[in-house]
């Protein structure tokens, strides 16, 4: 019998930021899906060793010349969100992908399209209900991570 092939989950550069920050970002790629995230997106990646996430399972997707067109259109009517982000949404709509983000505006466009988008407190609570991360480390992996508000 053939494995099932894992969900696919497309994410932004803030999240694996997050997750670095936060110490768990090995993590990520135990994880019951392929990650994911677009040319653009490992550009804003800058301070991160890109080679070393790519080594770990990390799939860096291009966009298509159509996908392009389809980003220059949907930049035009939403002048808040940058090219990373649009193409983010574009391949995780191509592939009906999960989408990790931490931009309020960029999970509600997603959402508007159709797509299921969760930040990086999510996917650490996701992480701590599979046994990836002790629950008694959420606040202050939180707070590694930038959020002050932790709980």
């Known amino acids: 019998m053939k494995p099932l092939i894992p969900p696919i989950a497309f994410v932004d550069a803030d999240v694996l930021i997050a997750l670095d ?19 653009f997106i490992a550009g804003e990646c800058q301070t991160m060793n890109l080679s070393d996430l790519v080594r770990r399972g ?20 939403h002048r808040g ?26 999970k509600r466009l997603a959402r508007s399209m159709g797509l299921e988008c969760h930040g990086a407190d999510w996917l650490l609570d996701q992480m701590i209900q599979m046994g990836l991360a002790r629950k008694e480390r959420r606040k202050y992996i939180l707070i590694k991570m930038g959020r002050q508000d932790a709980e």
């Not at 990520?28 to 392929?34: A, C, I, R, T």
Request: proline share 3%.
């Open 58 to 77: 990390l799939k860096i997707k291009k966009l298509t010349g159509a996908q392009i067109k389809m980003l220059q259109a949907i930049r035009a009517q």
């Open 21 to 39: 920050d936060g110490g768990i970002l090995v993590k990520l790629f135990k994880m019951p899906f392929q990650a994911m995230t677009t040319d």
């Open 81 to 106: 969100l940058s090219v990373p982000d649009i193409s983010l949404i574009l391949k995780a709509k191509e592939n009906n992908a999960l989408m990790l983000s931490n931009d309020g505006a960029l």
